[in-house]
């Protein structure tokens, strides 16, 4: 869609690309990084500037409280961390847990290492936890649980309420929870993001992975993070050494300069403003007819296009770039089962003038 979407001119609200802008001193600190010469391989778990500076974020905006030494792991973007603790801690064969609509990399890292991924739906509309659907799908070859709060592509956020349910039956069948956090600051609407590893008894057997890549706008830097339980973050930082070296030294130092720098004002106002994005995007799409589901985090947006032809998603994306303008992705890559063929997903993690344009497109007062 990307490549489509170039060729004809459009707006791609397909790619999850935050291409906003970086904050001036994460900008700043990877540059004199690079000056002063931190451009060698790191300690496999980071520099201790960035892990320091993790520990520090955890226990303010998490409640969560680590050991930066022996508990934090700086990794290879988000997805090399899941990577990484899926390679340490789970076997060929095994089955784990993902809630649907699910992150396509969730789902092809689990497959790529011969593990069985089983699709749990979540109630369609406001996309809420069915814990019954939920023990129904453990077997005894289950072990673990992937949670992606707030979520690509629903943008929904785990309630605490949820999170204990997930948690007992975690507890219950001896389960790993592998968590997704990369959007935890685009909330939306007074809601709060709950870390699942702050429950009772689960900080032992969680795996908390998040990153910068979001939040700082950096997306093709690499930076993202995990922490878990020091029995479990040895074989994980083996594994990670083992595929990724290290994270890119220079831009380690630059992030650890925005966690550190930035005040907590930078945080609650970049959820007002994509909260502002997020209504200006819904808005566009209903007066398009494609009914929003409107999400309640992340930067993302499914909506229903049964109005659009086509016999599948696919092509409904296809006719909405061809017509519109607009570049979204087909919703069956979020579903399992022939599910998703009515929503596509867009992306509005953009600058105003092009997240404008993008809604000027699909109202049909712009042309390409």
């Known amino acids: 869609m990307t490549v489509e979407c170039d060729r004809v001119g459009g707006v791609n609200l397909a790619q999850g690309v935050c291409d906003t802008e970086v904050p001036p001193p994460v900008v700043q ?18 520099v201790a500037p960035l892990r320091d500076a993790i520990a520090r974020k955890l226990e ?3 409640h969560l409280t680590v050991d930066p030494n022996s ?12 990577y990484a603790a899926a390679l340490a801690l789970l076997d060929p064969g095994d089955e784990v847990i993902l809630f649907e609509p699910f992150y396509g990399y969730h789902l092809n890292t689990l497959l790529a290492l011969r593990i069985k991924p089983v699709a749990v739906p979540l109630l369609e509309g406001h996309w809420a936890l069915d814990v019954e659907r939920l023990k129904a799908a453990i077997t005894p070859k289950t072990r673990a649980l992937v949670i992606n709060t707030p979520s690509n592509p629903a943008g929904k956020i785990f309630s605490r309420a949820e999170l204990e349910l997930v948690a007992a039956v975690a507890e219950e069948n001896d389960l790993f929870i592998f968590t997704d956090e990369i ?4 909330v939306f609407d007074g809601k709060g993001h709950v870390s699942p590893a702050t429950l009772p008894g689960m900080a032992e057997r969680t795996i908390s992975i998040s990153g910068l890549s979001k939040t700082f706008s950096i997306t093709g830097w690499r930076i993202g993070y995990l922490t878990a339980d020091k029995r479990w ?3 994980i930082g083996y594994f990670h050494d083992l595929t990724y070296v290290c994270a890119p030294s220079p831009f380690q130092y630059g992030a650890a300069a925005g966690l550190m720098e930035l005040p907590v004002e930078f945080y609650t106002d970049m959820a ?3 909260q502002a994005k997020r209504d200006m995007m819904c808005s566009a799409l209903a007066d398009a007819g494609l009914t929003p589901s409107v999400p309640s985090g992340a930067y993302y947006v499914l909506a229903d296009t049964s109005s659009l032809p086509g016999e599948t998603a696919k092509e409904k994306a296809r006719t909405l770039l061809r017509e519109r303008g607009v570049a979204a992705v087909a919703g069956t890559a979020f579903f399992t089962g022939g599910r998703g063929e009515n929503l596509l997903r867009f992306c509005f993690a953009k600058r105003d003038e092009d997240l404008q344009r993008a809604c000027d497109l699909l109202r049909g007062t712009a042309r390409i």
Do not use: K, M, Q, W
């Open 183 to 186: 959007y935890e600051y685009f």
């Open 29 to 46: 600190r990877a540059i004199e990084a690079i000056h002063e010469g931190y451009n060698i391989y790191t300690r496999l778990d980071g």
């Open 272 to 274: 007002v403003e994509y």
């Open 60 to 62: 303010r905006d998490n």
């Open 71 to 82: 508990e934090v792991l700086v990794t290879s973007g988000a997805t090399g961390g899941f």
């Open 233 to 235: 973050l040895g074989p």
